[in-house]
């Protein structure tokens, strides 16, 4: 982007009233607001006029009343990230950050998201779908993650390590959702890549404290440890910022988006899965990696603004 574009959208947006769309209807609704109010912080300091938005069943009519006219999504979870307010925004004709309707859903769906990858031919842990309750006997040898098909902060995500456990996992990520997904545990580095447009932020290793990087891991201080940029070898860094681009543009991603790698300790990486709206809090992953590349807090968020648009599907 030249210099003369970034000053015209600047421009051009400060002119606009910015909808932040926080909160919702998810089980991520807590962090959602943490994220949507550092948003609209940022954007206040740059000089944007910006709206919170609690997102709930009447947001039709509350992007109504207060004359949104770029919305920026902060949603995570249900109706945020699975391309329904998307959707919404679209037939309202209100430009949006982020990934457009179609990329959303395939990237909440766990399952359609493993069906792109196997398609595209992205390396990416084997798996099992449980449908309609029924369980039956472990697909693998434990240990495997049990997780449900459309959640994210990995809400109802069990490391099953005894077959004993295998039922208790499944019947906890059947009250999050209907459809579950059993994937093979590869024990390796976590690791996440950050991309906004055409730029890829340092790689980000996650060193929980605890079996798996949890709810509790992403949004409580001090449990888990961060490495960025990771220290890896060369080739292996660059087949990771390679892995990830190319799932990035094979799923039609836009805007921010984060890739979540696990590079096994005998293997290669392998993609877990894609984060289309990431975490804009003050222990996020997102601002994290950019930070680490000297993009700042505020600097993120304008240039998350200038991505804004009409997707289509």
């Known amino acids: 982007m030249i210099l003369q574009d970034i000053r015209e959208k600047r421009e051009y947006l400060m002119g606009k009233t ?6 919702g209807l998810s089980e991520e609704r807590e962090i959602s607001i943490k994220s949507g109010l550092s948003v609209k912080k940022a954007l206040e300091e740059l000089g944007y006029k910006a709206v919170a938005i609690d ?3 009447d947001v039709a009519r509350r992007l109504i009343e207060e004359k949104i006219e770029v919305a920026f999504i902060a ?53 099992h779908v449980i449908r309609d309750g029924v369980a039956g006997e472990p697909p693998f040898e434990p240990p495997f993650i049990v997780k449900p098909a ?37 024990e390796g580095r976590e690791l996440t890549v ?22 509790r891991a992403k949004y409580m201080k001090g449990s888990a ?20 681009c190319r799932t990035y543009r094979a799923l039609g991603c836009r805007g921010g988006a984060r890739v979540d790698v696990i590079l096994a300790y005998q293997g290669r990486p392998c993609v877990l899965e894609v984060n289309t709206v990431p975490g804009m809090t003050e222990m996020s992953l997102f601002p994290m990696a950019a930070a680490s590349s000297g993009v700042g807090y505020g600097a993120l968020v304008e240039k998350m603004l200038f991505d804004a648009g009409l997707k289509g599907c």
Request: charged letters at 25%; hydrophobic letters at 40%; aromatic letters at 8%.
């Open 225 to 244: 440890d961060f490495k960025v940029p990771a220290h890896m070898k060369r080739d292996e860094e660059e087949e990771i910022r390679a892995i990830a």
């Open 75 to 127: 949603l995570h979870g249900r109706y945020g990230e699975d391309g329904l307010i998307q959707g919404l925004l679209e037939m309202m004709h209100i430009p949006y950050t982020g990934s457009g309707v179609f990329t959303s859903a395939i990237c909440m769906n766990k399952v359609a998201t493993k069906i792109f990858f196997n398609h595209h031919g992205i390396p990416t842990p084997a798996c």
């Open 150 to 186: 459309s959640q994210g902060s990995t809400i109802g995500v069990s490391l099953v390590t005894d077959r004993l456990c295998y039922h208790e996992a499944v019947r906890e990520a059947l009250e999050h959702d209907d459809t579950v997904l059993v994937e093979r545990f590869i």
């Open 55 to 57: 997102v709930d069943k």
């Open 18 to 23: 910015i909808g932040v769309l926080m909160g």
């Open 194 to 215: 950050a991309i906004l447009g055409d730029t890829v932020f340092p790689i980000v290793e996650i060193l929980p404290k605890e079996e798996i990087y949890n709810y």
